[in-house]
């Protein structure tokens, strides 16, 4: 099962919006809506940010959102903080005898 | 307070065993599937294992499937790891995670180190 495939870097000034891209296959990103996001500081462990492709855990701010569009799911940042720089990662549940697959994490960069 | 501890970490020749344990508390730990989850130095997160509530199903990544074995302890409220025959590329931080729905992993300890080297 190879790593869902997303951007190394994405970078943004406080207050605009970004987009994390996650492209996986039909087996895993494509067939379900089970995509989630996590967050993850350095020397910390990951923190939960969205699940089921769009469904936000309590105490996440709803500046954080998800999406997905055939194979290719979406992780959207609005009003970029100083605080959101971090390293994000996908997953998803997949279809072969594993049944979870990691992005290959994207670090945010606040200008 | 929902918390998990891991624990059991630490260096080990190649070729070596390693057990790690995950102690729960604040939870219902019986009623949850659990993970393992890795992340070698400066790279990205790797799903190791996955041990359902009742320990019916349990599963591998190929990387590691023939040398560990993911157990657990609902009367204890723990999750194992043993690790044998480790190689250098098994060098990580290890954590425990539970799992919400079927693809959220929504509580994360803070991770045991295990290093492999001679």
């Known amino acids: 099962q190879s790593a869902l495939t997303q951007p190394a870097s994405v970078s943004g000034s406080p207050g605009q919006s970004i987009t994390i891209s996650c492209t996986g296959t039909s087996s895993d990103v494509g067939g379900y809506n089970y995509v989630s996001w996590y967050q993850q500081h350095p020397g910390k462990a990951p923190k939960l940010m969205i699940y089921e492709v769009s469904n936000r855990p309590s105490g996440v701010p709803d500046r954080f959102s998800g999406s997905k569009s055939g194979n290719t799911a979406s992780l959207t940042i609005s009003g970029l903080q100083a605080e959101d720089e971090a390293d994000y990662y996908c997953?998803?549940?997949?279809?072969?005898?594993?049944?979870?697959?990691f992005g290959t994490g994207t670090k945010v960069t606040v200008l | 307070e929902v918390q998990l501890v891991e624990s059991g970490g630490g260096l080990v020749k190649p070729g070596g065993s390693l057990r790690l344990s995950c102690a729960a508390s604040g939870f219902t730990f019986s009623s949850y599937s659990m993970n393992w989850v890795r992340q070698a130095p400066g790279k990205g997160l790797e799903w190791v294992s996955s041990?359902?509530?009742?320990?019916?199903?349990?599963y591998y990544a190929d990387s590691v499937k023939g040398r560990f074995t993911i157990s657990r302890d609902n009367a204890k409220n723990s999750l194992y790891l043993q690790m044998n025959s480790l190689r250098a590329e098994d060098t990580a931080v290890y954590y425990c995670?539970?799992?919400?729905?079927?693809?959220?992993?929504?509580?994360w300890g803070q991770g045991t180190m295990v290093t492999v080297s001679s």
């Open positions: 995670a539970r799992v919400i729905s079927l693809d959220a992993f929504d509580i």
């Open positions: 997953s998803s549940y997949t279809s072969s005898s594993t049944p979870y697959v």
């Open positions: 041990i359902s509530s009742s320990s019916s199903y349990i």
